[in-house]
Every structure is written in structure tokens, then in C-alpha cells.
């Protein structure tokens, strides 16, 4: 995979001197002509496309992957059982228990998955099931009556046992839930009545 | 945010295009140049840091070699592509690609020739394209 690199373009500012106004005048499409060079090659293009999803993936905040769910920080915060102000200062943090982070993406209706990477190594899906059951406590210690939905350790949905199915129906009778988390627990109950068939 | 080039590192990247050896890290360089024009002013971590030494509001995109947040760049060279944001009268305002190198030989001492370049190339182009203004390091 790695590459020998044997001879670099060197960007000499005595080329400068040498400009026409020739030059100047098409500098204007420079972006879209080495686009077009990425476009040409597939090697490039490839490398490309890595580069700016790794990129891309970097700069999903916590923030923009709620705003893409179109969800505010009032419906998080209620299917958390936090404060808004909570939530709010949740995706200022640049560190947190992993446990808060996999329950704001359960949340927001996705599913956290850890993956490690090394150079020479495929990147491969970090298990931490061992460690699972201690990462699991609620974060919000004051959570309001029948408003905390638990993550369970499947992830999959915000309720999959028994008990928080009945749960999931005291949220749909409580004329104080919101529409958002009616129908999340909506779906959590027909899941959950769909694992009981198998 | 738009994207302009200063002629001479539109040359200085093409010359990476031309080369079969070299078509990876232009590829590389390439993805570094479209998330800043996708994420402009809100690009933040490891493909980017400000340049405390220039006087513009100057920033560089960073091609490192691997790390555990950056694995995709499995080998040398270390570029850097220096770049300034300028403001525009009445339209946004746009980054201007000034400058691109390698400093893995060089190291920080790359940066004490190279960004008195940039603010050269920088004054030559803000010269030459009148609706553009730089605009000064911001304090941090």
C-alpha cells in the first residue's frame, strides 16, 4: 500500500516573476480543471472519494447529524429525559461517556458504532460488549416519570424488553408526549411485538 | 466558499496530476481543497490550522502522514497547501489557494520562507482581482 514518493513538484516562488497576464486571466477556472484531472483517474478519484468521506465523517457533529434527523434539541432532551439546556450543552462537549453519545444517535433514531483502524489492518467494529453492561446507566439522573427511554444494549431500538414495552405504551396514552416520541415509541412497541413472534 | 487559485499553485498541483507516481496525493490534496470548499470557515481538526506567523488570515491544509485519526495517508510527503481567506464586496467571501510544499525535510522551518511567499502571492492576487480584500489574522 505504501507508496515510494521519489521526486516532488516544487512550488518555486521564482516561477512568479514568470506569470503572463495570460495566466491570470484563466486562474479563474483553476478549481474546476483539476477537478476535471480527479475526474480523469481513477486512481485519483478513488483516493478522492476516501479522503473526503473520512473528512466528511470528521466534521459530523453531534449537532449536524441531529439537524440532518430534522429533530430539535426539545425532542432529544424528552426522549433522553435531560433539559433542553442539556442537550444543548451535550453537543458543545468534545468528550463524553460513550453511553451518552450511543443514547443521543439512539435518540435521533441511528445506531453508534465504534470502528478501530490501523495502518495495515482493515478497519474492523470495536465490540464492547464486556464493558457494556456498566456503560449502560442513564446519564440523566433526574429523568421526568415515564419520559426515560432506555438504550438497551442491542441498540438497535429505544426499547426492546418486556417492561419498557409497557413503557413505550404508557408514553402513547400520556396526552403529554410529544408527536416525536409517540412514534418512536410506536415503532419500539411494534418491534418489540415483532421479536415476540420469533 | 468558493475557491480561487493563485496561477502558480494551480501549476504546482497539476504538476501531481501529470505523474502516475504522484496521482494518489493529488487525489489526497484534491479532497483536502473541496472540504474547505464545503465546510469553508467551519472546517475544523486535523486537515487544517491557522498560521499565527502571517499577518492575513491565512490557514493551511494538512496531508500527514498516518496517525490514528488520519489513516488514509499511509506514507510521506507531508504537504502542506497554504491558503488566506479574503473578503468579497458583495458576494461571500472566498479562500485563495497561495501555496502548496512539502516540509517533511524542512519541518517548521518550511513555513519561515514559505509564508512570506504566500503573502506575496496573496498581495499580487488581491492586486489583480479588485473586488477582493484580504482579511487580517484573527486573534485568537
Known sequence: MATTIKRLPVDDERIDDQLTDEDWERASGAHDRLMAFVQ???????????VLSEIDQRQATLRKVRE???????????????DQSEVSRLEHRSDMLLS?????IGAAGGELRLVVSFPNMAPAE????RVESKLSAPIAKQSREGHQIHMRKEGYSMTTSKKDASKAGKLLANPKTSKTVKSVAASDLAQTKSRKKK | ????????????????????????????IMALITALERYGRSLEGEETSPIVSSRFDMHELRRTPPSETL?????????RVLYAFCQRQTADPVAVILLGGDKADLGEDWYLSN??????????????????????????
Open chain 1, 40 to 50: 480523469a483517474s481513477p486512481r485519483a478519484k478513488a483516493r478522492f472519494d476516501s
Open chain 1, 68 to 82: 440532518a434527523r430534522a429533530l430539535t434539541q426539545a425532542t432529544i432532551a424528552e426522549l433522553l429525559g435531560m
Open chain 1, 100 to 104: 451518552t453519545l450511543r443514547r443521543f
Open chain 1, 126 to 129: 470495536l465490540r464492547l460488549d
Open chain 2, 1 to 28: 466558499m468558493e475557491i480561487q487559485y493563485h496561477p502558480a499553485a494551480e501549476m504546482w498541483l497539476a504538476e501531481f496530476a501529470s505523474d502516475e507516481e504522484l496521482i494518489d496525493v493529488f487525489g489526497e
Open chain 2, 71 to 79: 489513516p488514509y495517508a499511509d506514507s510521506p510527503p507531508v504537504i
Open chain 2, 115 to 140: 509564508v512570506p511567499v504566500s503573502e506575496r502571492r496573496l498581495e499580487e492576487f488581491v492586486r489583480r482581482n479588485n473586488e477582493l480584500k484580504p482579511l487580517g489574522r484573527r486573534s485568537t
